[in-house]
Each structure stands twice: as structure tokens, then as C-alpha cells.
């Protein structure tokens, strides 16, 4: 009957303008949980044809039933005493994250990505895994390079692109807010390199450079349509109290909100006086002495992130 049903589903969604809108229907009448990568694979095999379908499919199944879960990290035991052994460990231990990852609906970043490389090899897919740092919080600004997360990149049609499906399930704060996106599906590198920097700087796919202590310096560029090439000024995330008299100048490019407010971690002020060019905005926020961290809003909207010494 299920298969009745799914069979009458493709049929009547068929016709719509948007693939993904059926593709997303198809995976919303797919089982929650899998006993192995295998089963889910030949879902997707079965249902979808051309690789722009398949890791469709596969992402949206993703952030659709895993749940980010950090005591996941505890897991599973990653010791090892020479190199041999290593990667010996290394397949062992990523079949079984796929394999927990599928049956329990929970995982760290690792399950995410593991699970979506997995199932795109299965479908012939070319892809591969990316590790690298984030940059998501306060305390991620000014510090030191770390290999804190891990993400994918597919290639279709001959073209390869940036996917993190574990950051596209929601967001973790103490516990997981189930917040499924397509943000970042198919993201434009110029975006993904505001929060995501890899090891190897060119799975990056960015025409510029920007090297791994720029990306630390740089402030929270929460707005998802602003570059960090559009913040004039102030250009790095950390600021000085000692140079700054009384006011803080802030100049951007390729912005025009409605309305621009601040915090110092409390209440939300607006700002009355906004400079407004053609293709510039300028502004001053008051400086406040012993404050940690200022968050402006465009719109009511978290945009930019600073910390202050």
C-alpha cells in the first residue's frame, strides 16, 4: 500500500516547476530510520536518476531524520599505534558511525558527513570529505586554527560544490532545535568560506585568498547575503577599547537595512542616525567600557559579531 501510495505521489507531483519539490515529497514517504546505508541507497536508486536528484535525496533525508547529539563523540574509541593500524581503524570505525548514524538518528558532524559520502559513492557519485574549522561564536574569533568540523564536497554534472548537511538539521544550543535548510546545499563558495574554513585551503573553491589567520580575525558575518569584502570598516572581529575614543565607525557595502540596532549583550538599541549612499551604509555604535562582545542587527536580524578587549 505504501508503495501504492509513493507510486500515485511521484505521479501527481511530477508536473510541478521545481525537481527538489518532488524530490523532497518522495523522501518525506521514506522510512526514519535504515539497518544500513545498502537499504537507503537502494531507495534512492530506485526512485531518482540523475546525480542532482541523488544528493537531493540524500541530503534531504539527512537533515531530515539525524539529530545532532554531542555525547555521539563518546562512542567510539579512536586510539591507535602506528599508521597501519590507523587506517584499518579508520574504515572499521566509519562503517560503524554510518551504521549508528542510520539506526539510532543521531550523530556529530562526523555521522553527517560519513553518511552523505557513503551514500553518494553507492550511487556513483564523486565526493569526498573536507575537515577543517568553523566559525559560529563569539570565542571563534581571534583563535588559533582548529579541525573542529567536517563537511562534504559532491560533484555533479562535472561541477563540484559545498555541502555541510549537519549545520543544514538545525542548531545545538544545550540541546538540538530541528531546523532543517537548504542553506547549505549546493552553498556558493563565497558564502561557505565566512563560517567554513578546510584544511587544504583549496577545497575552498574561493577565487581569492584568504588565509587561515584572516578568516580567525574576522568578525561574525552572520547577514547571509553580506561578503566579508563588503565590511569597510571595522574590518577584524576583535576590537580594542584603547582605540577607540568614545564611538565606534562602522562602514558597509551592498546592504541597506531598514533599521540597524545594537547589543552589548543586553537589551536591543536602535540607531537614529544612519549615513545612507548609494551602495553604503554608515553608522556609529557607542562604545561601552568592559563590555565583552557587540552584536549589530539589520532588520531585527543578527548581522555582525565583535568581541571586545
Same mark, same amino acid.
Given at each position: ?102 539506526? =539510532? ?23 569526498? !570529505? ?5 566559525? +559560529? ?43 532543517? +535548510?537548504?542553506?547549505?546545499? =549546493? ?38 547575503? !553580506? ?30 537595512? =531598514?533599521?540597524?540596532?545594537? +547589543? ?30 557587540? !552584536? ?14
Amino acid at each position: 500500500m505504501k508503495l501504492l501510495v509513493l507510486f500515485f505521489l511521484f505521479l501527481n507531483i511530477s508536473a510541478l516547476a521545481q525537481d527538489y519539490e518532488r524530490v523532497d515529497a518522495i523522501i518525506s514517504m521514506y522510512p526514519n530510520t535504515f539497518e544500513n546505508p545498502e537499504k537507503l541507497s537502494k531507495f534512492i536508486a530506485r526512485d531518482f536518476a540523475s546525480e542532482e536528484d541523488k544528493v537531493r535525496a540524500i541530503y534531504t533525508w539527512i537533515i531530515q531524520n539525524i539529530s545532532y547529539e554531542p555525547d555521539e563523540y563518546k562512542q567510539f574509541d579512536y586510539t591507535f599505534t602506528n599508521y597501519r593500524e590507523r587506517n584499518e581503524k579508520d574504515e572499521k570505525l566509519r562503517g560503524k558511525i554510518i551504521q549508528r548514524t542510520l539506526q =539510532k538518528g543521531v550523530a556529530v558532524c562526523e555521522g553527517y558527513a560519513m553518511l552523505f559520502e557513503k551514500l553518494c559513492e553507492q550511487q556513483g557519485i564523486k565526493n569526498y !570529505l573536507v575537515r577543517g574549522d568553523i566559525k +559560529s561564536n563569539f570565542p571563534d574569533i581571534g583563535r588559533p586554527f582548529k579541525r573542529v568540523h567536517i563537511w562534504n564536497v559532491a560533484t555533479i554534472d562535472g561541477r563540484p560544490y559545498l555541502f555541510d548537511a549537519t549545520w543544514g538539521a538545525g542548531k545545538y544550543n544545550g540541546k538540538f532545535i530541528k531546523e532543517p +535548510s537548504y542553506f547549505y546545499y =549546493k552553498t556558493p563558495p563565497e558564502i561557505f568560506i565566512k563560517t567554513h574554513y578546510p584544511d587544504m585551503y583549496e577545497d575552498a573553491f574561493s577565487d581569492g585568498i584568504l588565509s587561515r589567520e584572516q578568516f580567525s580575525e574576522q568578525p561574525l558575518i552572520i547577514e547571509k547575503n !553580506l561578503l566579508p569584502k563588503d565590511i569597510e570598516f571595522p574590518t577584524k572581529g576583535l576590537l580594542f577599547e584603547n582605540e577607540y575614543f568614545d564611538k565606534i565607525l562602522f562602514s558597509i557595502k551592498n546592504t541597506n537595512p =531598514k533599521k540597524i540596532s545594537y +547589543s552589548y549583550g543586553t537589551e536591543m538599541i536602535f540607531i537614529e542616525e544612519i549615513e545612507r549612499e548609494a551602495n553604503r551604509i554608515k553608522f556609529n555604535v557607542p562604545l561601552i567600557i568592559g563590555a565583552k562582545t557587540l !552584536l549589530v542587527y539589520f532588520d531585527g536580524k543578527p548581522a555582525l559579531g565583535y568581541k571586545i578587549n
